[in-house]
Each structure stands twice: as C-alpha cells, then as structure tokens.
C-alpha cells in the first residue's frame, strides 16, 4: 500500500509540473459555442482560461471562467490586461468584433507586460468571418504558427483564430 501510494503522489508531482510548465490562453466571449469550441481544440496543448462579460453561473468561476466588465466600460482594456496578469496568460485571443480595434490600440501594453495578442497587425487587410461554421477547420495562430501544432501555417502578420484557405495563401480572422 504505502508504494502504491508513493507512486500516486510521483505521478501528481509530474503531472503538476508539466501543467506549470504549460502555456495560458485566455479567450473573451468564453460562452459562446466558437470559444467552446476553441478551447476544446486546444485540449491538453495549452491551458484555457475564458473570459466574459456576459453573464454566466457563479460555480463557473470555481473552474476556468472570469467575469470581464462589458466593452463599453472605460476600464475594459485595463481589466482584460489586470486578469491577464492575475492568471499568468501568455495570450489573449479577442473574440469579439468590436473588441478589436480597442484592444488593438493596447497591443504594445499587452506585449510589455508579456501577453501576446492574438489578432492581426493590419485589422484593416484583414477579412472577417462571424461564427464560422463547425465544419470550417479553425487554427489558433501567434506570428502565422499554429500554437497547438507549432506548424507555420500563414504570414507572420497573423494572429488569431483564423481559417486557412484551400491554397494556403490566405487566412480569415473568426470573430463572434
């Protein structure tokens, strides 16, 4: 009994170790079916953490949900940076469309304080695509590579959640 309980605290101590050492993604519009659907893509690569202003059960917090004040509020970009800072994220991935110019404008803020946004350089040369469709096959991309895979996959003005195009050339930025 007692070795089997020495292995059991060794293969926690390993397991906690390996989920120190992993990346943190934290996802706004966390509610919405394409955050769902962004987490579970990103299952066991990277941590997940979501976001939200929307209203959501108070035991979610007790897991991997934050609450977010809404957008129009003067002190979102401060927030979504100060919650950023409190989970120890590595990204930030704005899901939504209005959302992104104003967190655009912080961009060098969040990079400062070692968050890398995940959005475009250019929001004007990018397309858009709202609610993508379950069977459009969406990458999570930092710099044009895929941060589950580590596969380049776009130009490295890229980043977001995106769809690439059949020939490749070209990446669609999904938002909610």
Known sequence: MKSLQGFLIGQSICGTEKYFNMKRILITHGTVPLAQRLGKLLEGQVEVIFASSEPFPEVLKKLNYRKLPPL??????????????????????PLGKE?????????????EYGQQLLIPVSLADTFLVEKPEKELAVRILHAGVDIGTGETVAEESFSGAGIVSDSGEEVVLCVV
């Open 72 to 93: 129009a509020n003067p002190t979102f970009v401060h927030e979504l940076l100060k919650l950023g800072l409190d989970e120890s994220i590595d990204y930030v991935l």
């Open 99 to 111: 959302e992104l110019p104003i967190v655009q404008q912080a961009r060098v803020l969040f990079e």
